[in-house]
């Protein structure tokens, strides 16, 4: 079991972001910037091309209105998507926040900032979504 299908069954504490019955998306708790967000779908799969069809042609569509809230709450020129995948076996992509191409090394930039700043970066998500 990965650490993404234990934070989706809530055995792992997380900042969730939005859930449907085939993704979770939560906070990136090292963020490359305030509003880095990782939508994973329920299904364990190592490799995001594995995916049922389903689930790619679902999660974009799932990210797409928390993208949108995430550019709405920190004024970024646009919300990115990035697939690395070594890290964890579970298939994910990282909604990233850019403001231009500087931000491209955005995953050497990685932080740990407090619990406090990131419930603060989960509710100003949660109110630009409604």
Do not use: W
């Not at 085939?22 to 490359?32: E, G, N, S």
């Amino acid at each position: 079991m990965s650490i993404f299908t234990k934070i989706i069954a809530g055995e792992i504490p997380s900042y969730k972001i939005a859930e449907s019955d085939r993704f979770y998306a939560f906070l990136d708790i090292f963020p490359c910037a305030d509003g880095h967000v990782l939508v994973v779908p329920k299904q364990e799969t190592d490799k995001l091309f594995d995916l049922p069809t389903e689930y790619l042609d679902g999660i974009l569509t799932f990210a797409q209105p928390i993208a949108k809230a995430i550019e709405k709450a920190f004024g970024y020129q646009r919300v990115n998507i990035m697939t690395v995948g070594f890290e964890v076996p579970h298939a994910h992509i990282h909604l990233l926040p850019m403001n231009g191409m500087a931000d491209m090394q955005i995953l050497s930039r990685k932080t740990k900032p407090s619990p406090e700043h990131l419930k603060m970066v989960q509710e100003k998500i949660l109110a630009a979504m409604q």
